[in-house]
T-cell receptor
């Protein structure tokens, strides 16, 4: 089944403790993104990647890192999480450029930073 | 940067009624997409309309695009309780990013 998977689905952590949220897609998509969703703010793009080893900042990249060493994986790294990074995070992928193609979303990761 | 803005923020209707949601944006776009999100879940793509298209249909969905007014509308005909969800428009000006609006929450009551 074609899908985007994220792990973990739920995470409660404490300020400053490094964490990684994994994202994997099995559709051989070149384009992958991370979004965060907050009440009243909608979805905001954190980082995106157009291919292996090619990443770029979205609208809200501060406090996050990403890497794209393999086509299928696009992990999101929080080196030193803070409470303002408490949010619902989504990974997405698409075959072609974002504006020309459907984005497939993962199920989401609900992160709470205490 | 937030590009699309949906209107209304929330909409409550009865089953079998039609639901119309609007999206306005500020700059020229290549394409506009509509997505649906059930509570707390991932977004699901509904329809993509290109800047040179004016109307597109998919099942009970009808999307229009007016580039002169920088607006789009999503019409769901004969709504069902299962259509209860949040609906987002997303715009692309270039080809590297997709910008989402804040969404319209639709409640369809039996």
């Amino acid at each position: 089944e074609a899908q985007v998977t994220q792990n973990p689905r739920y995470l409660i952590t404490v300020t400053g403790k490094k964490l990684t949220v994994t994202c994997s897609q099995n559709m051989n998509h070149e384009y992958m993104s991370w979004y965060r969703q907050d009440p009243g703010l909608g979805l905001r793009q954190i980082y995106y990647s157009m291919n292996v080893e090619v990443t770029d900042k979205g609208d809200v990249p501060e406090g996050y890192k990403v890497s794209r060493k393999e086509k299928r994986n696009f992990p999101l790294i929080l080196e030193s999480p803070s409470p303002n990074q408490t949010s619902l995070y989504f990974c997405a992928s698409s075959l072609r450029e974002y504006g020309t193609d459907t984005q497939y979303f993962g199920p989401g990761t609900r992160l709470t930073v205490l | 940067s937030q590009q699309g803005e949906e209107d209304p923020q929330a909409l409550s209707i009865q089953e079998n009624e039609n639901a119309t949601m609007n999206c306005s944006y500020k700059t020229s776009i290549n394409n506009l997409q509509w997505y649906r999100q059930n509570s707390g879940r991932g977004l699901v793509h509904l329809i993509l309309i290109r800047s040179n298209e004016r109307e597109k249909h998919s099942g009970r969905l009808r999307v229009t695009l007016d580039t002169s007014k920088k607006s789009s509308s999503l019409l769901i005909t004969a709504s069902r309780a299962a259509d209860t969800a949040s609906y987002f428009c997303a715009t692309s000006a270039g080809y590297s990013t997709l910008t989402f609006g804040k969404g319209t929450m639709l409640l369809v009551s039996p």
